[in-house]
């Protein structure tokens, strides 16, 4: 899944200089402090292309943070993911101390992992995480469709530690969700490639233009940010005019049901109640109707490797097609540049959002509208430029949102 790494700049740190729109002549390569304090700790106000400068770091934060995050230590792990977008962000590769000198987002236990990277190449503490029997046991599992922490920490409790070690246990109570999960486990964690998310575009346009042809459809999610890989597609779902269609969604997926396409379907109802105020609660579930599904895509040719043997035949048969999981969000029109800007993410990116508009700006911004306490109004937007120009923010693109 990881974005292939690029070349290195040894003058990037102008870049850095020239974001800040600095006049000031430095010694070279080197980030004068009066500029790293004017880097903001909002990774809103930050451009994070997919160039990451400093992959050797921001992988080990994310292993850091994903360790934090199995013990539900949610303070450390929010700590590492935000210093991980920040040195996304870096337009050079750190190679001294004094290169993160006065730049927000670097607690204690995060310069001691960069001190240990800078000196020894590797840190002890990522690697004692990676060789850790909890973390490598709750690894496996959530990468599981529909297997979380929760579940997670009463399997390892139980004894458990692998896949294998599931997949064999058959007293374990699953959900159908988790039993998809299993059934298509080597397709969903190969990851999704951009060909894969423009092939599953073309079906979901065509399948929802059969009913709606009005309807807009959007790929959200890291592949509207420009990543080249992805765990699933996410698309939202708008009909621009007065009619709104409950029923679309069921419309969709009954025909795919038919065509035999459709290996898993969850639709969620939409809960959206009209006067109830944004939701504070950060990272909160948006109230969208949405369907988490598991779409066949065939491929011819694709996969000549794996070798379908469930049949009686003495052939084996090719497996010509790949188990993909894709989400369906449908949004009112009027909603519907809030949920863009959601479902674009990244995660930090849409965090750090939220946190700007509370702190910043009195507001509370979620997938559905922005709230402006002050005046005690919500803000109307028919585009992300216009929700950015509410915040007080200068626009950033989508493909530069990858904090
Ligand atoms: N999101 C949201 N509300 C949710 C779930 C997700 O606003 N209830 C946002 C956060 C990121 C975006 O939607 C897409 O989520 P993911 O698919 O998990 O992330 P991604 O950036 O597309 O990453 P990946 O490439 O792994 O799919
Ligand atoms: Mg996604």
């Given amino acids: 899944c990881m974005e292939a790494g690029r070349p290195v700049d040894s003058e990037m740190k102008y870049r850095l200089m020239e974001q800040c ?44 943070a994903e360790n934090y995050e199995f013990k539900e230590n949610e303070i ?36 001691d992992v960069i001190e240990e990277i800078i000196e020894e190449g590797e840190s002890s503490r990522v690697k004692e995480v990676l060789n850790d029997e909890r973390y490598k046991a709750f690894k496996q599992f959530t990468s599981v469709f529909g297997v979380g922490v929760k579940t997670s920490e009463k399997w390892y409790r139980m004894g458990l530690r692998t896949v294998e070690e599931l997949k064999a246990d058959k007293t374990l109570k699953l959900s159908k969700m988790q039993k998809a999960g299993f059934l298509y486990y080597e397709d969903l964690v190969s990851c999704v490639s951009k060909a894969e998310a423009d092939a599953v575009t073309l079906i979901v346009k065509n399948t929802v233009s059969t009913f709606l042809p009005d309807a807009l459809v959007t790929i959200t999610g890291g592949f509207r940010r420009g990543k080249k890989m992805g765990h699933d597609i996410d698309f939202l779902i708008t009909n621009p005019g007065p009619r709104e269609d409950d029923e ?15 290996l898993y379907c969850d639709i969620i109802e939409s ?44 052939m084996a048969e090719i497996k010509d097609w790949k188990a993909i999981r894709v989400d369906l969000v449908i949004t ?10 959601g479902w674009t993410g990244s995660r930090e990116f849409g965090r750090d959002l939220r946190r700007y508009a509370s702190h910043e700006r009195k507001m509370i911004l979620d997938n559905h509208g922005l709230y402006d306490r002050r005046k005690r109004i919500f803000l109307k937007a028919g585009s992300e430029e216009e929700i950015f120009a509410h915040l007080g923010l200068d626009y950033v693109e989508p493909w530069e949102r990858n904090a």
Wanted: charged share 25%.
């Fill in 21 to 64: 729109q600095s006049p000031l002549n430095t010694p070279e390569s080197e980030v004068p402090s009066c500029i790293a304090r004017k880097v903001s700790q909002y990774s809103c106000q930050r451009k994070t292309t997919l160039n990451n400068y400093n992959k050797k770091f921001t992988d080990a934060f994310e292993i850091m």
């Fill in 76 to 111: 450390f792990c929010l700590e590492f993911l935000r210093a991980a977008s920040l040195l996304k962000y870096l337009p050079f590769p750190v190679t001294r101390m004094k290169d993160i000198q006065g730049l927000p987002c670097i607690g204690d236990q995060v310069r």
């Fill in 248 to 262: 679309l969604l069921h419309k969709v997926v009954d025909l795919w049901k038919k065509q035999g396409l459709l």
């Fill in 271 to 314: 809960t959206f109640v009209e006067e109830q105020l944004p939701s504070r609660k950060v990272d909160a579930m948006d109230n969208f109707q949405k369907c988490f599904t598991i779409l066949k895509l065939y491929q011819p040719g694709v996969d000549n490797s794996s070798y379908n043997t469930s049949k009686k035949s003495d």
């Fill in 332 to 341: 009112p029109f009027e909603q519907y540049a809030y949920a863009l800007l």
